[in-house]
């Protein structure tokens, strides 16, 4: 198991009603800068975290950057010894999310099993699932859509209110920021993104919050990997040259730690598996789960920071 840089935050110790950043208040006419076509107004969506005592897990990522690949493969990692259970009454609103939401919830194993790799579903990519060890919740795990964290088309528009309602809740919150190397072939892209990233965490945060940033595609990176697994040094060296500054807010500062530890955080490299196209015209591609080396490295991060 390579070596892990570790994150807390002793900075920014409280969270407040009204976030700057996040969009709370309605715009009028708003049509929802997704492109999907599916028309959902992120300012419609309404959640509630039922459960308020159990950290949750927040796959933060930009559309297409692999968020739902990574909750599948850590949760067909997870099965093995582990119950999870999605949560049904997550959504509130708007009533045609509502219903689509409990229909992914349904579908949930089926979908998680499936031959075939997940499909991007725009702005209704919504899940919350919770993970159990003998009866009880270890932690929860929140995808929400990629559009709704970064949208490259508008990469200053802020976050809906509903993610309000996330950062608000009490439950300690183990960020988990999704890059990829090389992701969407353009700097300027991921610089936007970077920024996207740093806004987020600049929000004031729980002190209990925990941050794991995520190198998706490791396998993309075969130069980067030998026998003994993937060099984990040689991932963060380029994420933190592709995605300027997302480092930054977590340089340990102390004069007897930062020798051996310099950041606060971990970092940690993944790949979901492989994929094929089918060639039937269908846009459809089958997936095979890769190896179990990074959920695993990925499952043990977020123990860590669990506590």
Not at 232 to 241: A, I, P
């Amino acid at each position: 198991m390579p070596d892990n840089f570790e994150i807390h935050s002793e900075e920014n110790n409280h969270v407040v009603d009204t976030i700057e950043g996040v969009d709370n208040t309605r715009t009028p006419g708003y049509v929802p800068p997704i492109g999907t076509g599916e028309n959902i107004d992120p300012n419609d969506v309404t959640v509630t975290i039922a459960d308020t005592s159990t950290p949750v897990v927040i796959l933060f990522g930009a559309p297409s950057i692999g968020k739902t690949m990574i909750l599948r493969r850590l949760i067909l990692y997870l099965q093995k010894d582990y119950f999870i259970q999605p949560d049904t009454l997550f959504i509130n609103s708007p009533q045609e999310l509502v219903d689509d939401y409990k229909k992914r919830c349904s579908d949930f194993n089926a979908t998680i099993h499936s031959q075939y790799a997940a499909k991007g579903n725009g702005d209704r990519d919504f899940m919350l699932v919770s993970v159990y060890k003998n009866g009880r919740p270890i932690v929860q795990i929140l995808e929400a859509p990629g559009e709704h964290y970064f949208n490259k088309r508008f990469p200053n528009a802020n976050f809906p209110p509903y993610i309000n309602t996330i950062i608000s809740a009490p439950n300690k919150k183990i960020w988990c920021y999704i890059t990829q190397l090389g992701w969407e072939n353009s700097q300027d892209i991921r610089n936007d993104y970077s920024r996207k990233i740093k806004q987020m965490q600049s929000i004031n945060l729980s002190s209990r919050d925990k941050v794991i940033f995520i190198s998706n595609a490791a396998d993309l990176q075969p130069q980067y990997s030998t026998s003994n697994g993937p060099i984990v040094q040689s991932y963060f060296n380029d994420t933190r040259l592709q995605f300027p500054g997302i480092f930054q807010s977590y340089i340990n500062n102390n004069p007897i730690t930062k020798l051996w530890k310099p950041y606060n955080f971990t970092f940690i490299p993944f790949s979901t598996g492989s994929y094929s196209p089918i060639r039937d015209g269908s846009g459809r591609q089958t997936y095979v789960p890769g190896q179990a080396v990074y959920p695993a490295m990925l499952w043990q991060a977020i123990l860590k920071a669990r506590g």
